[in-house]
């Protein structure tokens, strides 16, 4: 084990630690939307990159690079997308949402579902959907974490998994949204330099670009077109356009990453950062898929594809460097599982237990639950990561395509579409989530070459137009959701009425007693 | 170009220019929208 790759490790431990304390010490633990949202003042620049470090999880340094070890250029269709997917979340619901969510008093993302779409039912469903998809999100970058680590740093993987989720608990602890933002900030950083140094080394390598390009050409050609190993996935538009799918318009469907919009400092926002997003994603994303096929030459014998990038590192950096890079490993995977861990026991606290189980909870006692529950998932996580690690890759397609398939209509027609009703919300989240797990396990993708992405996002963004059309006379959108749309459409500040949080909670429950009242005429 | 077939680099070089344009227009449509932002926001 090299001492220099442990002084950078450590090195950075230490830094993120230290942020963690320093947003503690700025009263990010303060109150319930200190703790969750950072006191909603989080700007620009911060915004942009704890989105995209948030998204961009250990499947970067994992999956990506396996993917393009082991099907080369095809891979890039997962980059395409995602190079996008953060300026299109911030372009297209950033400024809505972060206005409409404050008017209803919202603290995480399946709150703020259930007061557009008024109904116990829709936080339940939303919720319990999310805390298990997130804890599987979260597997992944525990197995990310040990399995790149223990390799890195030669200690046995049990006990690199577990410095991992130790670090990770604690400075999720210490201060919330706020320390897992900045924390992120820095993380992504460190991720663009350590990536980028990996690429700049291989190419340095291979003689440059094109060279390496012909070189592996030379090797297989087909590993140069965009269909794959083999022109495996020939013609498998529905593939393509899943995988287009996936990283791009996924993310709107992400209840971890929109809850990012509710936590910036104005809507306006979301404009400078969906340009800082950008940027960051134009250098970043294409790198690991690209080092993962430059492997295909400078490892030519590798067994586990997902350990590319580690190998290319370990062989072509000196060992200060792989320190740099390990750290921009553990980076990619501590900043998508700090934020997992802090939206699993938000909603856990927030949306079952105050919602559902006790109404009268304090806020020092949901944040217990809330720490509570974040150190049960990583403790299962930990333990279902020793015993039978499954590859990332497959969880992380798993994972987020559900994610994005149950969500993404109800959160874009949130803010876009006035008639999107509660039934029709419902709906669609159950078939969405539905349809794209079936399609996944029914082993349905290589018979329809169909995306499970795509197959779910169109059937739940089909039956949420069906639904609500159908079901806008029984179930219309009340008064006050829609007057609270047009604000947030229109531009310029809330007005001061509308600030008002607990008028919005009120009128929620006073709309169901009118519909209650409404169908009891009905019926009498 | 770059010892790729033409689909390929447009592929590899194609959607990052489509998201510059994007953003580019995203940037010009939403110019007017620090209109939204209130005294208390910039305090912050």
Redesign the interface.
């Known amino acids: 084990m090299s001492g220099t790759v442990i002084l950078f490790l450590v090195l950075y431990y230490v830094v993120v630690l230290g942020i963690g304390y320093w947003a503690l010490r700025r009263g990010a633990g303060k109150d319930l939307e200190g703790y969750l949202l950072g006191?909603?003042?989080v700007g620009p620049i911060t915004t942009a990159l704890t989105m995209q470090s948030t998204a961009m999880s250990g499947y970067m340094f994992l999956g990506a690079g396996g993917l393009g070890f082991a099907q080369g250029?095809w891979a890039?269709?997962y980059?395409?997308?995602d190079?996008?997917g953060g300026?299109?979340n911030l372009?297209v619901i950033g400024?809505r949402m972060r206005?409409l969510s404050q008017m209803m008093g919202a603290l995480t993302a399946i709150e703020y579902l259930e007061k557009r779409y008024p109904s116990p039912a829709i936080r339940l469903v939303a919720g319990t959907l999310t805390i298990f998809l997130l804890g599987f999100y979260v597997l992944a970058q525990l197995i990310a974490g040990g399995k790149g680590m223990a390799l890195v740093t030669g200690i046995s993987y049990p006990l690199a998994l577990a410095i991992a989720v130790g670090i990770i608990l604690i400075y999720t602890f210490m201060g919330g949204y706020l320390a897992v933002a900045y924390t992120d900030f820095f993380q992504s950083l460190v991720m663009l330099v350590g990536v980028m140094w990996i690429m700049i080394a291989a190419l340095s390598e291979l003689g440059g670009?094109?060279?390496?390009?012909?070189a592996i050409?030379e090797l297989d050609p087909t590993l140069?077109?965009?269909w794959g190993r083999g022109l495996g996935f020939e013609g498998q538009w529905g593939v393509v356009a899943g995988a287009l799918l996936i990283f791009s318009v996924g993310y709107m469907g992400w209840p971890h990453v929109v809850t990012r919009h509710m936590a910036m400092?104005?809507?306006?926002t979301?404009?400078r950062a969906?340009?800082w997003a950008?940027i960051w994603?134009?250098f970043f994303v294409?790198a690991p898929y690209l080092v993962g096929i430059f492997a295909i030459l400078i490892l030519p014998g590798l067994d586990d594809p997902e350990m590319a990038i580690f190998q290319v590192a370990e062989q072509l950096l000196p060992a200060a460097v792989t320190g740099l890079v390990m750290a921009a490993i553990m980076a990619a995977i501590m900043s998508t599982a700090d934020s997992l861990l802090l939206q699993t026991g938000s909603i856990a606290s927030r949306d079952i237990y105050e919602r559902f189980i006790n109404p009268r909870a304090s806020e020092r006692q949901m944040v217990m639950v809330s720490r509570g529950l974040v150190l049960a998932v990583a403790l299962v996580g930990y333990a279902i990561a020793l015993v039978e690690p499954p590859t990332v890759f497959s969880i992380v397609i798993f994972a987020t395509s559900v994610l994005g398939s149950a969500f993404l209509p109800a959160y874009v027609c949130a803010v876009w579409w006035k008639k999107a009703n509660t039934p029709g919300a419902l709906a669609s989240m159950i078939v969405g989530a539905s349809v794209a797990f079936i399609w996944q396990y029914a082993g349905l993708v290589e018979t329809t070459q169909m995306h499970p992405m795509l197959t779910g996002v169109m059937s739940s963004t089909i039956t949420m137009i069906v639904v609500s059309l159908a079901t806008q006379k029984i179930s219309p959108v009340p008064r006050h959701v829609l007057d609270a749309m047009n604000v947030s459409a229109a531009?310029?500040?809330?007005p001061a009425r509308y600030l008002d949080a607990t008028e919005f909670g009120l009128a929620n429950e006073a709309a169901a007693i009118a519909n209650g009242l409404e169908e009891g005429g009905q019926n009498g | 170009m770059?010892?790729?077939?033409l689909?390929?680099t447009l592929?590899?070089f194609g959607?990052?220019l489509?998201?510059?344009l994007?953003?580019i227009g995203?940037?010009v449509v939403?110019r007017?929208?620090?209109?939204?932002?209130?005294k208390e926001?910039d305090a912050?």
């Open positions: 006191g909603r003042q250029y890039l269709w980059a395409a997308g190079i996008g300026l299109l372009s400024r206005k670009f094109t060279a390496a390009n012909v050409g140069l077109s965009v400092s104005s809507p306006a979301a404009r969906g340009f950008t994603s134009l294409p531009v310029g500040p809330i | 770059f010892g790729l077939p689909e390929t592929l590899v959607f990052p489509f998201w510059v994007y953003l995203f940037l939403s007017g929208w620090d209109k939204d932002t209130t926001d912050s």
